[in-house]
């Protein structure tokens, strides 16, 4: 009796558990981060690893900042723009944004994607209009969002952002 029932249960877990290389519908916090050129990225990394991982190659730009001491700095690469906000602990990135098909998500959505494919992997955002999808993981100011821009029923950028959408 004893067998059948660890044999039974075994058995539910397999055929709950899904296939095991498949990740589960809906946006984590876990979800808050971009592979640019082969390297994970969040807000709030400091642009120095940007910088080490994609090298010198980059149009710069910076402005006086209207929320902190100090300028807020733009590194374009090719395959995304880091936008950074001058904070203690240094020039932490605020946005990353991609059009290129050399970014991704964790889900692996890139630039190109259909809208219905962002859906399917994230579910429905938190919020969204005809032109952007926005998935928070928490509703605090200041905490991360990923973003999706659409142009129809596909997704011409992915970023990640700090700054209200």
């Known amino acids: 009796m004893k067998k059948r029932a660890i044999c039974l249960a075994v058995l539910c877990l397999l055929a709950f558990s899904g296939c095991a290389g498949e990740q589960a519908a809906g946006f984590a916090e876990s979800d808050l981060v971009l592979t640019v050129a082969g390297k994970e990225y969040h807000t709030r990394d400091n642009i ?3 910088i080490e991982a994609l ?19 733009t590194y374009t690469y090719p395959a ?6 001058p904070l203690a602990q240094g020039d932490l990135l605020a946005e990353i944004y991609s059009e290129s098909p050399e970014a991704a998500t964790s889900k692996g959505i890139s630039p190109g ?4 494919e962002v859906l399917a992997a994230y ?4 919020e969204q ?3 952007l999808l926005i998935y928070r993981a928490s509703e605090e100011t200041g905490a991360p969002a990923l973003c999706f821009e659409l142009e129809g029923e596909a997704v011409l950028a992915v970023f990640l952002t700090v700054d209200p959408v």
Request: net charge negative.
């Open 123 to 126: 579910g429905d955002p938190a």
């Open 48 to 50: 120095e690893t940007v």
């Open 129 to 131: 209009d005809d032109y």
């Open 55 to 73: 090298g010198e190659g980059y149009q710069y730009a910076e402005g006086k900042s209207c929320d902190y001491d100090g300028l807020d700095k």
């Open 80 to 85: 995304a723009t880091f936008y950074t906000n």
């Open 113 to 116: 994607a259909a809208k219905s």
